[in-house]
T-cell receptor, first 114, second 113 residues
Framework: DAMVIQNPRYQVTQFGKPVTLSCSQTLNHNVMYWYQQKSSQAPKLLFHYYDKDFNNEADTPDNFQSRRPNTSFCFLDIRSPGLGDAAMYLC?????????????FGPGTRLTVL | GENVEQHPSTLSVQEGDSAVIKCTYSDSASNYFPWYKQELGKGPQLIIDIRSNVGEKKDQRIAVTLNKTAKHFSLHITETQPEDSAVYFCAAHIIQGAQKLVFGQGTRLTINP
């Protein structure tokens, strides 16, 4: 049974056209993360929510925003996608913060920017 | 800043042989070190992890060793099988600044039949 679900799996958008990626979880975890993973690279943390508290990484571009309307759902909004934003976007959850709890990853959404 | 170095970037071994992937980290206060396996088109999946209070952990064909003094940890896969082919990422829980996992650059492991 899927525990971290990401929709859509593949997303194509045009340069500058806003796009929203979706993540949901059935684990009832407190923490939800968004990572960006470019080809042949490690996942790079963009931001995370601990419950409703939002924490942005210092080097995350302003172009990237996130919303968490409830425990189960978290959204990644890219306001004006550029060609450099084409990547796999991974959502992950963990029971608690502090990094010592296992992070469960979703299958990812592959974003293409034309 | 926080850094996790992973080597090698690619590794090819014959089926049945062992594979070893090594990582070093910079934050001496790090206390949690997971290893993830990522198959093509999928998200990373945890395969084994180790905490700083132990030096070695084993789960069937997979083992991880940790040397806190030298700040390095390694993944060992024995009796490799074709389904072990994937990209493997190490990670370290970084304490400095905002607590988070920092990932190594990944190792593409290929098992040759």
């Amino acid at each position: 049974d899927a525990m971290v679900i990401q929709n859509p799996r593949y997303q194509v958008t045009q340069f500058g056209k806003p796009v929203t990626l979706s993540c949901s979880q059935t684990l009832n975890h407190n923490v939800m993360y968004w990572y960006q993973q470019k080809s042949s690279q490690a996942p790079k943390l963009l931001f995370h929510y601990y419950d409703k508290d939002f924490n942005n990484e210092a080097d995350t571009p302003d172009n990237f925003q996130s919303r968490r309307p409830n425990t189960s759902f978290c959204f990644l909004d890219i306001r004006s996608p550029g060609l450099g934003d084409a990547a796999m976007y991974l959502c992950a959850t963990s029971r608690d913060l502090g990094g010592v709890d296992e992070q469960f990853f979703g299958p990812g959404t592959r974003l293409t920017v034309l | 800043g926080e850094n996790v170095e992973q080597h090698p970037s690619t590794l090819s071994v014959q089926e049945g042989d062992s594979a070893v992937i090594k990582c070093t980290y910079s934050d001496s206060a790090s206390n949690y070190f997971p290893w993830y396996k990522q198959e093509l088109g999928k998200g990373p999946q945890l395969i084994i992890d180790i905490r700083s209070n132990v030096g070695e952990k084993k789960d069937q064909r997979i083992a991880v060793t940790l040397n806190k003094t030298a700040k390095h940890f390694s993944l060992h896969i024995t009796e490799t099988q074709p389904e072990d082919s994937a990209v493997y990422f190490c990670a370290a829980h970084i304490i400095q600044g905002a607590q988070k996992l920092v990932f190594g650059q990944g190792t593409r492991l290929t098992i040759n039949p």
